[in-house]
């Protein structure tokens, strides 16, 4: 899981920014949230333009040299805080396996062009990199003979070198490479994706899928429709072959009508929310940014519940909703404010001793977690 991360001059974070996921507390309530000393499960509230979606997009960034897939390289353009003179944005994370502690660091100029990156595993430094001076060493089993300096062209010469390492070496079976490998797979399945308002998504597959389509695929129709029902929308679904794919209809006693035509934005919000949802088991690490966009409070409520249930994945959301502060739905260590450049969980940000039966989001609206 991700147990911290560092930003440094990545558009709105102009000065070191942490996000600490490994420091919770000791709560006795909505134990879910924890999972081996990290927030697994997170809420990060902050007003419009503090800064979550460039978080995510930090956080996501990793995705863009160390993966195939999926990219929204749109969004990151003014790459580098507009405001700093310093020519590269530098990244650090911090990941823990089973307890074993992975960091890699690296800057960059642009979403592609590393400057420089470093991966330690359980404090010992395995690989290293220098861009402009092309040199650097690697000491995992079976790849320390691997050049990494270049007989590169200029083009593959920006290559990460810990996707070249993980994509050509001949690793040994060591606990060390197991944990190397362990990372790479963690990277290659986090995912972030955005509000129906948007429907974009970074990381985990590639390509453009159709919500209903995929819905279908899955064989999750039927799943689907139950879904819908539970949040107060009763449609009755088929599968209609339309020039030779399966579309999912809504059928009613006179007429069948697309689903995509007749549902309401909340319905397809609720829609892609499911689409993704039925693959989140397969997920390493979820952000879903402003995920209640479009939802009731309730419904909020609701799918926070739902998103609880999946115990193998790290999911974090962001929200400007504070019907979402409650210990009824997470814990105080699990709610991050987000204010200036600024990250901290709520227990931390107050010298209140915070229990189960306070009402965290009148504390929050009276300022009682202003720092």
């Known amino acids: 899981m991700?147990?911290?991360f560092t930003v440094t001059n990545f558009k709105n974070f102009r000065n070191k920014t942490v996000f600490d996921l490994g420091?919770?507390?000791?709560?006795?309530?909505?134990?879910?949230?924890?999972?081996?000393?990290?927030v697994s499960k997170g809420i990060l509230y902050g007003i419009n333009g503090c800064g979550k979606s460039n978080l995510a997009l930090a956080i996501f960034d990793i995705v863009i040299h160390l993966t195939d897939k999926q990219k929204l390289l749109d969004k990151y353009q003014f790459y580098l805080n507009l405001d700093e003179e310093k020519k590269e944005a530098d990244f650090e994370y911090i990941f823990s396996f089973d307890g074993v502690e992975v960091v890699y660091r690296y800057s960059k100029t642009s979403p592609v062009s590393l400057v420089y990156e470093a991966l330690e595993i359980n404090g010992r430094e395995v690989i290293r990199y220098d861009f402009a001076r092309k040199e650097g060493h690697v000491s995992l089993k079976g790849a320390e003979t691997m050049r990494l300096s270049s007989t590169l062209d200029d083009h593959d010469n920006r290559l990460s070198r810990v996707k070249y390492i993980m994509s050509n070496a001949l690793l040994e079976d060591t606990a060390e490479n197991r944990v190397f490998k362990e990372f790479i797979a963690f990277v290659d399945r986090m995912l972030m994706f955005y509000s129906l308002k948007e429907n974009g998504y970074q990381g985990f597959h590639l390509g453009v899928d159709s919500i209903t389509a995929g819905i279908?695929?899955?064989g999750k129709e039927k799943e689907f429709e139950s879904f819908l029902r539970s949040e107060g929308v009763d449609y009755n679904l088929v599968k209609i072959n339309v020039n030779g794919s399966e579309e999912?209809?809504?059928?009613?006693?006179?007429e069948t009508v697309p689903f995509t035509v007749i549902a309401s934005t909340g319905t397809l919000s609720l829609a892609l929310f499911y689409?993704?949802?039925i693959k989140m088991a397969s997920a390493s690490f979820v952000f879903i940014d402003e995920y209640d966009a479009f939802y009731h409070f309730a419904l909020s409520q609701h799918l926070v519940a739902c998103l609880k249930e999946l115990k193998d994945v790290q999911i974090l959301l962001s929200t400007h909703n504070t019907d979402l502060i409650s210990n009824d739905i997470l814990r105080p260590d699990a709610y991050f404010l987000i204010n200036n450049g600024?990250?901290?969980?709520?227990?931390?940000?107050?010298?209140?001793?915070l229990r189960r039966a306070h009402n965290i989001q009148?504390?929050?609206?009276?300022g009682s977690f202003n720092g």
Do not use: Q, V
């Open 2 to 4: 991700l147990k911290k």
């Open 23 to 38: 420091s919770p507390a000791n709560y006795e309530f909505n134990c879910e949230a924890i999972k081996e000393g990290i």
């Open 216 to 218: 279908i695929r899955e």
């Open 248 to 254: 999912l209809y809504c059928k009613f006693a006179h």
């Open 275 to 277: 689409y993704w949802y």
């Open 342 to 353: 600024r990250i901290d969980s709520i227990d931390n940000l107050t010298s209140k001793e």
């Open 362 to 366: 009148k504390m929050f609206k009276a």
